[in-house]
């Protein structure tokens, strides 16, 4: 009879967007101000450049790092240790942090945009890097397909 005991561990996964360089240059109105694996969440679009994703600001195409603001132009779907109520915090934060939000304010449109954001990462393969186009999030990249196993080889009339 095996002792061995097994243990259950519930770790609750999220998928989410963090910041990456894959891609980076495929458009010439690229850049990236984020280091790479840190969560981001949509930038807020000012008025100069709203409905133009390529234009001068940058911010309608742009991922803004939850702590440090700055903002990247490519993020990927990655799983990571959180929970919803985990994330929605931190967006709520970074929304206080740069004046979005108020304190005491009604945070309802910080949660709907993270929801939306949980709801599209949710619906990617891991490792697919977004674009963002205005109000348009898009696929940039699909994940490379993962690699048959080549087995061990054995070469015949050798043994
Ligand atoms: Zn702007």
């Known amino acids: 009879m095996s002792t061995r005991q097994t243990h259950h561990l519930r770790v609750p996964l999220l998928r989410v967007l963090i910041a990456t360089y894959r891609t980076q240059g495929q458009r010439s109105t690229d850049f990236a ?23 001068g600001c940058g911010c309608t195409r742009g991922f803004a790092d939850v702590s440090s603001h700055k903002v990247t132009t490519t993020a990927v779907v990655v799983e990571q240790v959180m929970t919803r109520d985990d994330y929605l915090r931190r967006l709520r934060a970074s929304a206080l942090d740069t004046g979005l939000l108020k304190p005491g304010e009604d945070h309802t449109d910080v949660d709907d945009q993270a929801d939306e954001l949980l709801d599209l ?6 490792g697919t890097v977004v674009e963002r186009r205005g109000d348009l999030l898009q696929v940039r990249q699909w994940p490379p397909r993962p690699r048959a196993c080549p087995g061990f080889p054995v070469k015949r009339g050798q043994r």
């Open 33 to 55: 101000f984020v280091p790479e694996g840190e969560l981001v969440t949509l930038a807020y679009v000012c008025d100069r450049d709203r409905g133009n994703p390529d234009g």
């Open 121 to 126: 990462a949710a619906g990617l393969p891991i």
